[in-house]
T-cell receptor, first 111, second 114 residues
Framework: QKEVEQDPGPLSVPEGAIVSLNCTYSNSAFQYFMWYRQYSRKGPELLMYTYSSGNKEDGRFTAQVDKSSKYISLFIRDSQPSDSATYLCAMSPTSARQLTFGSGTQLTVLP | SAVISQKPSRDICQRGTSLTIQCQVDSQVTMMFWYRQQPGQSLTLIATANQGSEATYESGFVIDKFPISRPNLTFSTLTVSNMSPEDSSIYLC???????????FGPGTRLLVL
């Protein structure tokens, strides 16, 4: 069993839809949770960063962490074609040295 | 955050040759890392580039195959030695700060080995 599980998709939604991306994990030591966005032929771009449980909102993006269920989510409201990318979750226990990545979910937002 | 550049952005190489990839950061960083991302897969950490000392390699990666240098706090190189088609991949450098628990990535180097 992988330490971090992420549905690879692909996920295709119409423009304006609400998108939900999820990861589950098995290591209860994880404290820091990140979402990266990776456009085709580009490096991963840090999108959201949260510590411990709770929600964090940034514009159209909301990250949720439920440590009791070992489950994290990224919600995208009013999705746009420019959101089409692969979304990677990542997490670490105590420092940036120890990031563990999910396999990524490929998202396409259709105009 | 930091602005990270990599050279070359892409290359096509012959089997048995070596390629050195450069990573330059616009500010001094505590940590630098090298990752491999094979087609359709997530990121696999190759090694941590340590300034002034030998790199720390992850399981399955060895110095003879992936020698790494880090002469200062803003620059590192990764060499892919004696390449085979299985080395075709995207190679990414990333950086971390001691005050943060995340990493920032460069644009990547796309390598194709024929």
């Amino acid at each position: 069993q992988k330490e971090v599980e992420q549905d690879p998709g692909p996920l295709s939604v119409p423009e304006g839809a609400i998108v939900s991306l999820n990861c589950t994990y098995s290591n209860s030591a994880f404290q820091y949770f990140m979402w990266y966005r990776q456009y085709s032929r580009k490096g991963p771009e840090l999108l959201m960063y949260t510590y411990s449980s709770g929600n964090k909102e940034d514009g159209r993006f909301t990250a949720q962490v439920d440590k009791s269920s070992k489950y994290i989510s990224l919600f995208i409201r009013d999705s746009q074609p420019s959101d089409s990318a692969t979304y990677l979750c990542a997490m670490s226990p105590t420092s940036a040295r120890q990031l563990t990545f999910g396999s990524g979910t490929q998202l396409t937002v259709l105009p | 955050s930091a602005v990270i550049s990599q050279k070359p952005s892409r290359d096509i190489c012959q089997r048995g040759t070596s390629l050195t990839i450069q990573c330059q950061v616009d500010s001094q960083v505590t940590m630098m890392f090298w990752y491999r991302q094979q087609p359709g897969q997530s990121l696999t950490l190759i090694a941590t580039a340590n300034q002034g000392s030998e790199a720390t390699y992850e399981s399955g990666f060895v110095i003879d195959k992936f020698p790494i240098s880090r002469p200062n706090l803003t620059f590192s190189t990764l060499t892919v030695s004696n390449m085979s088609p299985e080395d075709s991949s995207i190679y990414l450098c990333s950086v971390g700060f001691s005050s943060q628990e995340t990493q920032y990535f460069g644009p990547g180097t796309r390598l194709l080995v024929l």
